[in-house]
C-alpha cells in the first residue's frame, strides 16, 4: 500500500493565480482531511470529508474549496492565491473503525 | 474556542535524559488524546493515544500521563535517543477520536549527545 500520496511536492504560485493540491489514499477510508501547518501554529483543519460526496469546513476555510467525488481522492483547490496561503499543507485519512489518522508527505506551498 | 494549549515550544534535552511535554485543554468533552511526532519533511505519525478511563498508558521509552481534574496530560520520553529529535503535537478531540482532532501548537525537541 502507498498509503496517502500528495502532489506536488512542491509548489510556488504568484498572487491571483489558482492550482489544486492532489491527495489519494489506497486504504479505502471514508474520513479524509486536509490540514495546514505554520510555524508554531501546529495544524489547523481547513476541510474534512466523512466520505464520497460529503464534505464539510474546518477551522480555516476561506479561500479554499475541495470534492470528494471517489473514496480515493480529496483534491484541495485554491481559487485565488494570496501570500497568507503560503504554508505546508497535508492530507490525512482514517478508517471509521480506528482513531488513528494517516497522513501524506505533505506539500510546500509558496505565495509571491 | 476549543483549544489545546501545548509547551513548551522548543525542549533540549541531554542523550539518555527524561524529556517531558505537557498540553492542557478545555473542552470537557474530549475524551480522546494523541500524541503525533513528525520528522523534517515528513508527515504526522501517531505515536500514542489514551483515554481518559486510565491515568498512564505506556508503550515502550513513551508514556502518557493523564490528570482528568486539571485537564492536563503529558508525553515523557524515557531514556532519551538523537533518533527521537522531532517536532512531536499532542491533540484532542471528541466521541473516542470520531471527532475533528484538535492540535497543540507542537514541540521542537533536540536530543543532544
Known amino acids: 500500500n502507498a498509503g496517502v500520496t500528495q502532489t506536488p511536492k512542491f509548489r510556488i504560485l504568484k498572487i491571483g493565480q489558482s492550482m489544486t493540491l492532489q491527495c489519494a489514499q489506497d486504504?479505502?477510508?471514508?474520513?479524509m482531511y486536509w490540514y495546514r501547518q505554520d510555524p508554531g501554529m501546529g495544524l489547523k483543519l481547513i476541510y474534512y470529508s466523512v466520505g464520497a460526496g460529503i464534505t464539510d469546513k474546518g477551522e480555516v476555510p476561506n479561500g479554499y474549496n475541495v470534492s470528494r467525488s471517489t473514496t480515493e481522492d480529496f483534491p484541495l483547490r485554491l481559487e485565488l492565491a494570496a501570500p497568507s496561503q503560503t504554508s505546508v499543507y497535508f492530507c490525512a485519512s482514517r478508517s471509521g473503525q480506528a482513531n488513528e489518522q494517516f497522513f501524506g508527505p505533505g506539500t510546500r506551498l509558496t505565495v509571491l | 474556542q476549543q483549544q489545546v494549549k501545548q509547551s513548551p515550544q522548543s525542549l533540549i534535552v541531554q542523550k539518555g535524559g527524561i524529556s517531558i511535554i505537557n498540553c492542557a485543554y478545555e473542552?470537557?468533552?474530549?475524551?480522546?488524546f494523541p500524541w503525533y511526532q513528525q520528522f523534517p519533511g515528513k508527515g504526522p505519525a501517531l505515536l500514542i493515544a489514551i483515554r481518559p478511563d486510565v491515568s498512564e498508558k505506556k508503550e515502550g521509552r513513551f508514556t502518557i500521563s493523564f490528570n482528568k481534574s486539571a485537564k492536563q496530560f503529558s508525553l515523557h520520553i524515557m531514556d532519551s535517543q538523537p533518533g527521537d529529535s522531532a517536532t512531536y503535537f499532542c491533540?484532542?478531540?471528541?466521541?473516542?477520536?470520531?471527532?475533528?482532532?484538535?492540535f497543540g501548537t507542537g514541540t521542537r525537541l533536540t536530543i543532544i549527545p
Open positions: 486504504m479505502n477510508h471514508n474520513y
Open positions: 491533540a484532542a478531540s471528541g466521541k473516542y477520536g470520531n471527532e475533528k482532532l484538535t
Open positions: 473542552n470537557t468533552a474530549f475524551d480522546y
